[in-house]
């Protein structure tokens, strides 16, 4: 069966510090794979997705950037926090026309 | 652009119904319904792909209107489980692999 390991549960991070949050899937090949945030009360905004190993589309300008490295695998970074960079930020992954599937999301605080 | 969901929040009392409408400015591949709890990950209740579907699951079921790029999710005979933020999220068939949410809808139920 299909699994999807996010981590960590949650950060703290002095503003202008730097992030990588990780998200690896099992059991499947090559899904489309997705970050999104969501500040408090608010909706789910999708930050980047990839259909591909090294394809990375962008949907946000600000100050993060996601890499694919290998197909299962995709990492959120900031070479320097915000503090509007706060919020929920959940990967998920899913093929055309087929459920998204969650993690369990990272809280990250910015101080 | 992503999808336009009306109404932002509603307050059902148990047994009542409601509906929420997802709205889109392009075309469609297909429409998904999540409902979100307080600080948890969305859940996948049901997923739209062929004009005029309507798909049941309990007691919520859903339509969607190819033509009109538009979706409505029905909620009969509340329950108090109900309660949360349902999201419809969209596939366009102009962007492949890119997977967008609404701003959500908060039901509240009450006794």
């Known amino acids: 069966s299909q699994t999807i390991h996010q981590w960590p549960a949650t950060l703290v991070q002095p503003v202008g510090s730097p992030l990588s949050l990780e998200c690896t899937v099992e059991g499947t090949s090559n899904p489309n794979l997705y970050w999104y945030r969501q500040a408090a009360g608010r909706g789910l905004q999708l930050l980047f997705y990839?259909?591909?190993?090294?394809?990375i589309s962008s949907e946000v300008p600000q100050n993060l950037s996601a890499s694919r490295p290998q197909d299962r695998q995709f990492i959120l970074s900031s070479k320097k926090l915000l503090l509007s960079d706060s919020g929920f930020y959940l990967c998920?992954?899913?093929?055309?026309?087929?459920?998204?599937?969650f993690g369990d999301g990272t809280r990250l605080s910015i101080l | 652009q992503q999808p336009v969901q009306s109404p932002q929040a509603v307050i059902l009392r148990e047994g009542e119904d409601a509906v929420i409408n997802c709205s889109s400015s392009?075309?469609?591949?297909?429409v998904h319904w999540y409902r979100q709890k307080h600080g948890e990950a969305p859940i996948f209740l049901m997923i739209l792909l062929k004009g005029g579907e309507q798909k049941g699951h309990d007691k919520i079921s859903a339509s969607f209107n190819e033509k009109k790029q538009q979706s409505s999710l029905y909620l009969t005979a509340s329950q108090l489980s109900y309660s949360g933020t349902y999201f419809c999220?969209?596939?366009?068939?102009?962007?492949?692999?890119?997977?967008?949410f609404g701003a959500g809808t908060q039901v509240v139920v009450t006794p």
């Open positions: 990839s259909v591909g190993i090294g394809q």
């Open positions: 998920a992954w899913s093929f055309l026309g087929q459920p998204q599937h």
């Open positions: 999220g969209t596939e366009r068939t102009d962007s492949w692999g890119k997977f967008q």
């Open positions: 392009k075309a469609l591949y297909s």
